[in-house]
Every structure is written in structure tokens, then in C-alpha cells.
């Protein structure tokens, strides 16, 4: 059976190369290359993508061996309808391994058409590396090498400003445009790159917040077989998404103009301000995401569909949203519960397996980020703990123990965080600690919570009681106390 590239594909369009994305991963290919595809062929956006890669290589040769070529399987619900479709995505012309071709990434700087940059390297990515030196051959972390492409291209050009780039980043985090600029800054100071480079930061480059949201489960392993004999041909790069898609990117109105986003049936925005849509969407689509997962994990579930469909579960994940991460939001009422209603039907989204232990990677700083500012809230609102939401917190401490029932769970996270709750549960285990100990520490740990939890009133011991009934009798049966056996 043939490969999927151009040879074997001949119709692939070529455009002139607009973008540099940082980040050759499934999301980015699922998300903004489809959408330069939506562009190509609906508007005269006539772009393409050049792809680098902020860690290792092996994709970026594969992506190069297939001619940028990829399926992408859209799948879910649309317009009220399950519709499963497939399309080719012509929209990269090339990947560049910056440990074999540097000078590539050199001459693309000097490209008059360059205009964009994207990037997803996931939330440790935005962050700034002393070690880091622009006479490497290449800079260690994603700042450190956009900053080097930046002087590139303000070296080839000048200084123009009319040969500045628009930013976006598309990491999960706040504010990630200013804060990706505050690294560069940070950057350019450090290796006394000067400062008319530093006024051309300023002057001629924009960089744009951006939320992004679409459901990306990435390669089909479990259908890959049956996928390529539909296709005929064979495709390494194949990536799952869900239909539903949303980009919000904060700036200014002009970039409609060179993004031509309006009429394309594209849900990309372009506003002012995207503090609402990323607050509705964090606490409400992650922080249901990131809460559910160590609950139905230990419950015996393997992905959110079940999850969601589950006669107990269900119940559990549209109760902790409705009446407990929705209450403590801003905004229309009738808005929040249409985002709701929707975050919960892509949960069921019937195509799509997403696995909970792909989402528990990297889970305490996930359930810090997108639970506790709702737990807060919600305490501060109502003067009471939320009981779902704790009780999610107290199966997360229990997840970290690493067995579900006699199954070891392959714990993913920062090795520091894995050692800490390994030597603590060992603890518990010789009984050289006790589970209200256990809680009191990791609670009061601010480098895992940013803050010392344990302050907030009565939480300890809601954990602790929750923690020592999952450990009596399960947190099936756990669950059930929970809502005062009202679940059958």
C-alpha cells in the first residue's frame, strides 16, 4: 500500500509561507492547519505553514517524508447531527529539524511573505532558560528560539517595522501573548541584543492572547487498521478531532483584515477581550475534564464517554458543573447553560475516545489551575465547601497513590510530584503516618497548590473523611455516601 505524500498525491496546492508554527503535535495539525486549509480554499488568504519543532525530531521527519500531507478525521456532532468526515490537509509545505537544518530556519526569517506565528508547547513551554545562548545552534526552549528567529528577521530586514510578525500563542495559558513578550524581552536583555531589536519588538510585532478549544484525541490507535484500508493509502500523521472548534484571539481589528476569518463558517473570533470565553471555558470544559477523570479512573471507567453516559458518573460530572462550577461565573445565565449543555454532548461524542489517563497527565497542576479558583469561589460565595468538587480533590489524592485496585496506574507528572506522593502514601502504608497527616501535608504543599490549602476552613477534614471511606470501602460505594445513597 502506498504512503500518503506528494508523489501519490498530486492535487496538493502549494502557497507562499505565511506561518511559522512551533509545535508539529496533533492539536496544531487538528486545529490552526485545518483551519489555513478552510482559509485557502474559501478565501485569498493564500498561505502556508512551515512547521519546527520545540523538542526532538522524529515527527518533524516523518511530517517531511509525507510532504507536510495528513488525514484529519473530524468527528462528533454538527449542526445536531453525528457526522463523521475525513479530508487530506494540504495546508504544511515543509517541517525544519532544527538540530540538521538550522540554516533553513535562518532563511525562512528572511522571508518578505512570513507574517504569522503560532505555537503550542504545551503550559511549561512559555518560560524563560538562562542557560539558553542565541550562539547555539539552536536555543533549548521555545522562547529562546522564537527570540532568535525574531533578530534573524530583524537583522535581514533592517529593522523595518513593516516586516514584524503576528504572535499567537495557543498554550493554556493566561494571558500567554504578554507573557510569551515578557520572555522574549526577557531574552533580547539577556543576550544584549540592543535596543533598537527591543523597540522593534514593541513597534513592529503584535502579540495576541489566544484561547483554543477543540477536542483533539490525536492518532486512532484503536481504528488505524480499519481507517487506512478506507483510505487506501498510508498515513502515520492521521489525527482524530471532534467537529466543535473555537478560537478567540485578542487584538487588534485590523488583524480581520490579514486573518480573513468572517463568512468562512470558521468559530475563530477576534475581540478585545477574551477573559470571559477563557474563564467559561477552563473552569467549566477543563476543570469538568481534569475533576471527572481521577473519580471515574478509580471507578473503574477508561474514557469521558463512558463517563458521561455512566448511570452514576453522569450524574455526578452534570451536578458538579451545574451547581457547582457554573454558580461561581460570570455572565448570562442562559449563556452559561447553552456552554454547558454543549461541553457536556462533546463529552458524548460517540466517534471519540479520549482516554482519562491522557487526560490525568500532569494532573495536580491541571486541577490547580482549572478546579481550585471554583472551589475557592465557591467557598467565598456560599461560605461552604463543594462536595463535588472536593470529593473530586480527594480521589485525585488517592489517584496519586498509583493502584487502582490491583492495577498500577502509570502516573504522569513532574518526578518531583510522583516522589512526593510515593514517599508520603508509603508513609501512610507502614503506618507511619495517618490519612489525616497525609491530607495536612499535601494540602499545606504551596508549591503544588500556589497557596496553602489546608487554611481553607474545614477542608482537611472533608478530604480526610472522604479519603478514609474510599479506602474502606471503595469509591464506588464512596460515591454513593456521597449523595446519601441516593444513586442506585
Same mark, same amino acid.
Given at each position: 500500500?502506498?504512503?500518503?505524500?506528494?508523489?501519490?498525491?498530486?492535487?496538493?496546492?502549494?502557497?507562499?509561507?505565511?506561518?511559522?508554527?512551533?509545535?508539529?503535535?496533533?492539536?496544531? /495539525?487538528?486545529?490552526?492547519?485545518?483551519?489555513?486549509?478552510?482559509?485557502?480554499?474559501?478565501?485569498?488568504?493564500?498561505?502556508?505553514?512551515?512547521?519546527?519543532?520545540?523538542?526532538?525530531?522524529?515527527? @518533524?521527519?516523518?511530517?517531511?517524508?509525507? =510532504?507536510?500531507?495528513?488525514?484529519?478525521?473530524?468527528?462528533?456532532?454538527?449542526?445536531?447531527?453525528?457526522?463523521?468526515?475525513?479530508?487530506?490537509?494540504?495546508?504544511?509545505?515543509?517541517?525544519?529539524?532544527?538540530?540538521?537544518?538550522?540554516?533553513?530556519?535562518?532563511?525562512?526569517?528572511?522571508?518578505?511573505?512570513? /507574517?504569522?506565528?503560532?505555537?503550542?508547547?504545551?503550559?511549561?513551554? &512559555?518560560?524563560? =532558560?538562562?542557560?539558553? +545562548?542565541?550562539?547555539?545552534?539552536?536555543?533549548?526552549?521555545?522562547?529562546?528560539?522564537?527570540?532568535?528567529?525574531?533578530?534573524?528577521?530583524?537583522?535581514?530586514?533592517?529593522?523595518?517595522?513593516?516586516?514584524?510578525?503576528?504572535?499567537?500563542?495557543?498554550?493554556? &495559558?493566561?494571558?500567554?501573548?504578554?507573557?510569551?513578550?515578557?520572555?522574549?524581552?526577557?531574552?533580547?536583555?539577556? +543576550?544584549?541584543?540592543?535596543?533598537?531589536?527591543?523597540?522593534?519588538?514593541?513597534?513592529?510585532?503584535?502579540?495576541?492572547?489566544?484561547?483554543?478549544?477543540? &477536542?483533539?484525541?490525536?492518532?486512532?490507535?484503536?481504528?488505524?487498521?480499519?481507517?487506512?484500508?478506507?483510505?487506501?493509502?498510508?498515513?502515520?500523521?492521521?489525527?482524530?478531532?471532534?467537529?466543535?472548534?473555537?478560537?478567540?484571539?485578542?487584538?487588534? =481589528?485590523?488583524?480581520?483584515?490579514?486573518?480573513?476569518?468572517?463568512?468562512?463558517?470558521?468559530?475563530?473570533?477576534?475581540?478585545?477581550?477574551?477573559?470571559?470565553?477563557?474563564?467559561?471555558?477552563?473552569?467549566?470544559?477543563?476543570?469538568?475534564?481534569? $475533576?471527572?477523570?481521577?473519580?471515574?479512573?478509580? #471507578?473503574?471507567?477508561?474514557?469521558?464517554?463512558?463517563?458521561?453516559?455512566?448511570?452514576?458518573?453522569?450524574?455526578?460530572?452534570?451536578?458538579?458543573?451545574?451547581?457547582? @462550577?457554573?454558580?461561581?461565573?460570570?455572565?448570562?445565565?442562559?449563556?452559561?447553560?447553552?456552554?454547558?449543555?454543549?461541553?457536556?454532548?462533546?463529552?458524548?461524542?460517540?466517534?471519540?475516545?479520549?482516554?482519562?489517563?491522557?487526560?490525568?497527565?500532569?494532573?495536580?497542576?491541571?486541577?490547580?489551575? /482549572?478546579?481550585?479558583?471554583?472551589?475557592? =469561589?465557591?467557598?467565598?460565595?456560599?461560605?461552604?465547601?463543594?462536595? /463535588?468538587?472536593?470529593?473530586?480533590?480527594?480521589?485525585?489524592?488517592?489517584?496519586?497513590?498509583?493502584?487502582?485496585?490491583?492495577?498500577?496506574?502509570?502516573?504522569?507528572?513532574?518526578?518531583? @510530584?510522583?516522589?512526593?506522593?510515593?514517599?508520603?502514601?508509603?508513609?501512610?502504608?507502614?503506618?507511619?503516618?495517618?490519612?489525616?497527616?497525609?491530607?495536612?501535608?499535601?494540602?499545606?504543599?504551596?508549591?503544588? +497548590?500556589?497557596?496553602?490549602?489546608?487554611?481553607?476552613?474545614?477542608?482537611?477534614?472533608?478530604?480526610?473523611?472522604?479519603?478514609?471511606?474510599?479506602?474502606?470501602?471503595?469509591?464506588?460505594? $464512596?460515591?454513593?455516601?456521597? #449523595?446519601? $445513597?441516593?444513586?442506585?
Amino acid at each position: 500500500m502506498q504512503k500518503l505524500n506528494k508523489h501519490n498525491y498530486k492535487q496538493a496546492a502549494v502557497h507562499p509561507e505565511k506561518i511559522l508554527q512551533f509545535g508539529e503535535g496533533n492539536f496544531l /495539525r487538528a486545529f490552526v492547519d485545518w483551519q489555513v486549509q478552510v482559509l485557502n480554499e474559501k478565501t485569498n488568504f493564500n498561505g502556508s505553514v512551515v512547521v519546527v519543532q520545540p523538542r526532538g525530531s522524529e515527527k @518533524i521527519e516523518r511530517l517531511n517524508q509525507q =510532504d507536510g500531507l495528513f488525514t484529519l478525521f473530524l468527528q462528533g456532532m454538527k449542526d445536531g447531527k453525528p457526522v463523521d468526515e475525513h479530508m487530506v490537509i494540504e495546508s504544511i509545505s515543509r517541517g525544519i529539524n532544527l538540530f540538521t537544518n538550522y540554516e533553513q530556519y535562518k532563511e525562512l526569517a528572511g522571508k518578505e511573505e512570513l /507574517r504569522f506565528i503560532v505555537s503550542n508547547t504545551t503550559e511549561a513551554g &512559555i518560560v524563560f =532558560d538562562p542557560e539558553d +545562548w542565541l550562539e547555539d545552534q539552536s536555543p533549548k526552549n521555545f522562547p529562546g528560539k522564537l527570540t532568535a528567529f525574531l533578530y534573524y528577521r530583524f537583522q535581514a530586514f533592517s529593522g523595518d517595522d513593516s516586516r514584524g510578525c503576528i504572535v499567537i500563542p495557543c498554550e493554556l &495559558i493566561e494571558n500567554n501573548g504578554e507573557r510569551l513578550k515578557e520572555v522574549v524581552l526577557q531574552y533580547a536583555n539577556h +543576550w544584549n541584543l540592543g535596543d533598537e531589536f527591543i523597540n522593534w519588538i514593541h513597534n513592529a510585532n503584535t502579540f495576541c492572547s489566544s484561547l483554543v478549544d477543540r &477536542i483533539v484525541p490525536g492518532f486512532p490507535l484503536d481504528s488505524v487498521d480499519e481507517k487506512t484500508a478506507a483510505l487506501g493509502y498510508k498515513d502515520e500523521l492521521m489525527v482524530v478531532g471532534e467537529q466543535y472548534h473555537l478560537w478567540v484571539i485578542e487584538g487588534p =481589528d485590523w488583524i480581520k483584515d490579514e486573518l480573513p476569518v468572517a463568512g468562512t463558517g470558521l468559530n475563530t473570533l477576534i475581540v478585545d477581550d477574551l477573559t470571559p470565553y477563557r474563564v467559561r471555558k477552563v473552569r467549566i470544559l477543563n476543570g469538568a475534564h481534569t $475533576a471527572m477523570t481521577p473519580v471515574s479512573y478509580l #471507578y473503574g471507567l477508561d474514557t469521558v464517554e463512558e463517563s458521561v453516559n455512566h448511570q452514576e458518573l453522569g450524574v455526578f460530572i452534570k451536578e458538579l458543573i451545574d451547581n457547582e @462550577i457554573v454558580p461561581t461565573l460570570d455572565g448570562s445565565p442562559e449563556e452559561l447553560a447553552a456552554f454547558s449543555n454543549e461541553v457536556l454532548n462533546r463529552f458524548m461524542n460517540p466517534y471519540i475516545k479520549h482516554y482519562l489517563l491522557s487526560i490525568s497527565l500532569n494532573s495536580i497542576s491541571k486541577f490547580s489551575t /482549572r478546579n481550585l479558583p471554583t472551589l475557592l =469561589d465557591y467557598v467565598k460565595q456560599s461560605g461552604t465547601l463543594p462536595k /463535588r468538587l472536593v470529593f473530586s480533590l480527594s480521589c485525585l489524592l488517592y489517584f496519586y497513590r498509583g493502584k487502582r485496585g490491583n492495577q498500577d496506574i502509570p502516573l504522569q507528572d513532574n518526578s518531583e @510530584i510522583l516522589q512526593f506522593f510515593q514517599t508520603l502514601w508509603e508513609k501512610v502504608d507502614q503506618h507511619e503516618l495517618n490519612m489525616e497527616g497525609l491530607v495536612k501535608t499535601v494540602l499545606a504543599n504551596k508549591q503544588l +497548590w500556589t497557596m496553602d490549602l489546608a487554611s481553607v476552613p474545614n477542608l482537611v477534614s472533608a478530604v480526610t473523611s472522604n479519603l478514609l471511606t474510599i479506602e474502606q470501602i471503595g469509591v464506588k460505594e $464512596a460515591l454513593k455516601e456521597l #449523595y446519601g $445513597a441516593s444513586i442506585k
